[in-house]
């Protein structure tokens, strides 16, 4: 159907399966009513809870499976053993077309290993980063990557660059979105030679954003680039200690606004303000990691969301596909990797073994 | 003096120089008065605010130089051409014995490279790593290395495990502290090579301390266990995450406290519990980064500091010095070194080049 989205949904995964992902479905088609879903999973369950939601039934096909890919299963044994499972037909779906994106809540490794095998990469691009956005002091910003690559060359670093800046530019609507490279201090001679390389093959190329240069940890909550690479390995710890500081920080808060008679009172009149803080950095509202440099959508939810939260990963996954997020990355990597100063700086590199 | 601790200072280091150091030291001495100071830099502006602090007067004594490291010096040239400053002075104290530790908020890249140079490393230890005490939801823990080394192998990382556990032990009085290895996962395949060796060695040897296993950056704050071991680049950018979460979440209490009259009034009744919780996330009272592992006692204390930020890092200091630090560093890396299991670790990954 014309302007329709076709989302695949791995109904099965996360702690919760259909008990969240049918609600959050239906509240997702309620913000975006052009989504249409297929369902992968236990026929059964999903019927359940999908009487719930009649609307939803007019938009979505269920595929029954019995078979899941467990929390605990290593990615390469899923790789082999995880043909039929609710995981794996959604991402078949996408693959053959069925659908134009994916959404699954279940085992991260798994759904990289996965979606990486079968949908394969989008051409020129070497790895898939995973990619989120976080809440800043000024605008939103997309950091990537947040786990898929512990270790990324140059070359890897610049590709993860251009990643990030089509996505400030198809999805936010930025005209020239600034990256930065997460370092530990921000003069050009610092940190390791495989950034350092980066930086100069961003300052070099033409790409659609502006390197801004080096940013450091604290520059992130700032807001001051519109987006920040990394590696896996560096932006798998700063998004999760990201995540305890700010549990810390709403846990000492409470603690705070509880210890006494006249702070209770306090909090009371502050409640409205209160909410529309903690909605600010609601960890639910910033849900969806999404697998980007994949020839197809493929976006993890957190596994222990709830439907508002696994809404917000299938919007993330509307919002890509809608945008046609991929098919401008193509071109964007083409055009980048075909420049001059590009294949020379990447040359110059190649027997460094960084 | 029996039961003297005496403390070099590089009273010209940090943004402010004398007008918080000295006061910083009044403050510091006012909560331990064992400390002694030998105040490094400008004569009559050391004075000038000495002269506020007669009892300071009694237990300091000023060195003039005219020469001051810059915070801009590269770490090269401040080692050739930094001889006769305030801060290669306040070392060189520390070296010949005159003082038991020196503080400065100086050029951290300086002050490392010249406190490795004229201290050396301690018998045995490989690396000197910057330590800092983080604060949790339940106690206080030590971090490690937060920059000094960007990268780290797995011998590196066992003996930033033994510098940490002493750490725990000697200050803050742990019987048995935990280490954690921070990681992308906690399961035993996640995780670099280095890593997973560090891992090994740590379950392998008897140290002063009980190898906890892999920790994620959102484990830090939770405070699950007593000392988290990482390299510097990670340590680096964890922190300052860590800052900048910090930073966001207050300035969006602020926004949403003062957003309207009723939250107003709220904030004003809880005032009293708000800012018990400012303390208690409060960056100054964890002000102090110690370079552990060198032959002598170095603190580094964060250039913007106040008087009692920077004092802080005098009784982190003092408080190295008081517990012995190093010489029991010393003992128990010489013990940990000796044992067959972790020369046949070691000696296993000598050729992995990891």
Do not use: W
Not at 59 to 86: F, M, W
Not at 192 to 216: D, H, K, N, Q, W
Not at 217 to 243: C, P, Q, R
């Amino acid at each position: 159907m014309a302007g329709t989205i076709t989302i695949a949904l791995d109904a099965m995964g996360g702690d919760y399966g259909p008990s969240v992902v049918v609600p959050a479905a239906a509240l997702a088609y309620k913000k975006n009513p052009k989504i249409h879903f297929l369902f992968y999973g236990d026929q059964k369950q999903i019927q359940h809870y999908m009487d719930k939601h009649p609307e939803l039934r007019v938009v979505s096909d269920i595929h029954h499976t019995d078979k899941v890919i467990s929390n605990d299963e290593k990615p390469s044994v899923a790789l082999r053993s995880g043909k039929g499972s609710s995981m794996r037909l959604a991402i078949d779906a996408v693959k053959s077309g069925e659908a134009g994106g994916v959404v699954s809540a279940g085992n991260t490794g798994a759904l990289m290993a996965t979606s990486k095998m079968v949908l394969k990469c989008l051409p020129g691009i070497h790895r898939p980063a995973i990619a989120s956005i976080f809440p800043t002091k000024r605008d939103e910003i997309v950091m990537l990557d947040l786990g898929a690559n512990l270790t990324c060359d140059a070359e890897v670093l610049t590709q993860f660059a251009v990643l990030g800046a089509v996505y400030a530019r198809a999805v936010k609507g930025m005209r020239t979105p600034t990256v930065g490279l997460l370092n530990v201090g921000s003069e050009d001679m610092k940190g390791p030679e495989g950034l350092r390389l980066a930086a100069s093959i961003l300052s070099s190329v033409t790409f659609p954003g502006r390197y801004f240069g080096f940013v450091e940890g604290n520059d992130i909550t700032e807001g001051g680039v519109d987006v920040v690479v990394t590696d896996g390995f560096t932006g798998n710890v700063a998004l999760k200690v990201a995540e305890g500081v700010g549990s810390m920080s709403s846990h000492f808060l409470k603690e705070a606004l509880t210890s006494s008679f006249l702070s209770k009172i306090g909090a009371l009149l502050s409640m409205k303000a209160l909410k529309r803080l903690k909605s600010r950095v609601d960890a639910r509202v910033y849900n969806g990691g999404m697998f980007l440099g994949l020839n197809g959508i493929c976006v993890k939810s957190h596994g222990g969301m709830d439907a508002f939260g696994f809404s917000q990963a299938i919007l993330v996954a509307a919002n890509l596909i809608e945008n046609d997020y991929n098919k401008k990355v193509a071109n964007e990597i083409e055009q980048v990797m075909s420049q001059e100063s590009f294949i020379t700086s990447v040359s110059s590199l190649s027997m460094d073994g960084q």
